[in-house]
Structures are given as structure tokens and as C-alpha cells.
């Protein structure tokens, strides 16, 4: 049976080091939070995010803004000397117009690591901010979430991970290539040294090394192939990835809130994480810290 790994338990181990690098800073740090949607899973992230920053010792202030409205709430929050972090919690208007939100938080301030600024660095696997190499970049919350939590996957099956290459030689399966988390996930694990097919409705997709190409290989072939599946699609629609299609041993992964595995997937996966919700959050107070001694200190 798979080793189930609760992600609440990792969380609490980068919680502990952000908490006492905070107290060592000798002041407080100021996190403001966005919402202008009334869909249950901001809520919910907006709620987790007040715990965390409790937590730890963020001062968290969150604002219901109107669409219309969050614009100019975004241009206070930028020009702001007391704000140290900034969160924006999506869907708000969709698409393109999400996109636009995403460019209009200053970067120095972007927590989760959406502006462009932050997803070329991680395109071009650029991991600092400074020539000299002693600010790391920041990366996206939820794909650094989960790469975290494979990395202790394979640990807890006895890989040992280099410390610049902690995937290399592992063959993955992403089923999600959104642009908050599939795409740059895929681009993450391959910067780490993995190889990936990323699936989503327009086809399949590898990063490996640096390079992006189409790949002609179907779902059966990759999982059979796959030392570790990660699945991301929030429709009923998905069908379910069964013990019978992976790997004997693979690590398996869910980060959808609907389920993406069957029930018994543990019958024959290595390891099996069920979601990643409290590793995200650690990740966002992370980038909290890391922003401020990077931009602010």
C-alpha cells in the first residue's frame, strides 16, 4: 500500500523557519490581500491565508474590492512603503483581463510569483535577482508547493535529490498546463532535472532540459513510463487515473479539487498525496520573507 504523505506536516516545518527568521527581523511584516470574487475556493484560500499569517506573525489584512474598483486598489497597495506583500486571489474577471491583473502588482510586492517579470525568470531558469547571485527569484506558490512535496516523496522512498537537480533522472505525467500552475510546474520539474509530458486538451507537450516540443505519446504510454503523476483537472469529465496505468511504485499526486485518482490508486502507487492547499500557503508566507529581504530590508 502507498505511503500517504499530509501536506499539513511539511507546511509546518517552512512555517517554523519562516516564523523564526520573522522574529530574528525585529519588525512586523504587512500582507494585503485582494478579494473582488464570490467563488468558494478564494474564500477559502483567503481564509487559509489569514491562519497562516497568524501563524507566523504576518500582519494580514484582507479587502473585499469591487472588480471595477481593484485597480486603483492594487496602485495604493504598489505605492504603499508599509506593505511588504501583495495577493490578489483569482478567478476574477477571467482570461486575458486576469492576465492584465496578474502585470499590475509590482513584482517586489507579488507573493504568488504571477507577474511576467517572475515568469520569465522561471521560463529561462534565471534563479536570481542580483549579479552577484545572493537573491534567489521567487517562484509560484502552488507549483513550488508541489515540487516541495515530491521532493519529499522521493526522499521518503529513499532517493537522495541533489540539491540543484532534486528530479533528475525522473520521468513525469502533469494532466493540467494552465498558466497559474500546469505550464510553469512542467517548466519547474524540468529545471530540476526531470523529464515531462504535460497533458491538457490541445495535446501533449515535453520540457525537458530547457526545450519545449510537441510529443507524439499517449496518456497509456507516459503513465507506464512515469516515476511520478501529477493531476490538476477540476472536471467530472477526467477520467480517473487507476493502479492499472501507472508504474508499480510511482509517486502520486492531486492537487484538483476534485479527485483525479481512483480510490484504490494506493494499491499500487509508491506514494500518494492527496492535495497541496496548506503547502501553498507556506509557499505564499515564504515568498513573504523572501520578497522582503530581497526588495525591502
Not at 500582507?31 to 467563488?39: E, H
Not at 521518503?156 to 498558466?179: I, K
Not at 497509456?220 to 511504485?249: H, Q, W
Request: glycine share 6%; with cysteine.
Amino acid at each position: 500500500m502507498a505511503i500517504t504523505i499530509d501536506p499539513s506536516e511539511l507546511a509546518k516545518d517552512f512555517r517554523r523557519d519562516v516564523r523564526e527568521r520573522l522574529s530574528q527581523l525585529g519588525r512586523r511584516l504587512k500582507l494585503v490581500g485582494f478579494l473582488s470574487t464570490n467563488q468558494t475556493p478564494s474564500k477559502t484560500y483567503a481564509s487559509y491565508t489569514k491562519a497562516g499569517c497568524d501563524d507566523v506573525g504576518i500582519d494580514f489584512e484582507l479587502t473585499e474590492v469591487p472588480k471595477l474598483e481593484l485597480e486603483s486598489a492594487i496602485d495604493r497597495a504598489n505605492s504603499d512603503p508599509n506593505v511588504h506583500g501583495i495577493i490578489v486571489y483569482y478567478p476574477i474577471f477571467s482570461g486575458e483581463h486576469d492576465r492584465y491583473i496578474k502585470d499590475l502588482v509590482d513584482h517586489r510586492k507579488d507573493i504568488e510569483g504571477l507577474h511576467t517579470y517572475w515568469a520569465k525568470k522561471l521560463y529561462h531558469n534565471d534563479r536570481f535577482v542580483d549579479a552577484a547571485k545572493s537573491k534567489k527569484a521567487l517562484l509560484p506558490c502552488t507549483p513550488l508547493a508541489i515540487v516541495k512535496l515530491l521532493t519529499k516523496a522521493r526522499t521518503t522512498l529513499g532517493c537522495q535529490p541533489g540539491s540543484l537537480r532534486p528530479l533528475a533522472g525522473a520521468t513525469v505525467s502533469v494532466f493540467n498546463r494552465s498558466e497559474v500552475v500546469g505550464r510553469p510546474l512542467a517548466a519547474m520539474l524540468a529545471n530540476d532535472g526531470a523529464e515531462v509530458y504535460s497533458f491538457d486538451v490541445d495535446g501533449v507537450l515535453k520540457f525537458s532540459g530547457g526545450l519545449v516540443e510537441e510529443a507524439k505519446i499517449t496518456r497509456s504510454v507516459a503513465l507506464k513510463a512515469s516515476d511520478i503523476v501529477v493531476t490538476g483537472v477540476p472536471s467530472r469529465d477526467f477520467e480517473l487515473v487507476s493502479p492499472t496505468e501507472i508504474k508499480a511504485g510511482a509517486i502520486c499526486l492531486n492537487f484538483s479539487t476534485l479527485r483525479n485518482f481512483t480510490p484504490d490508486i494506493g494499491e499500487k502507487a509508491g506514494v500518494f498525496i492527496p492535495r497541496v492547499g496548506p503547502m501553498t500557503v507556506a509557499m505564499a508566507l515564504r515568498n513573504t520573507l523572501r520578497l522582503y529581504e530581497n526588495y525591502h530590508a
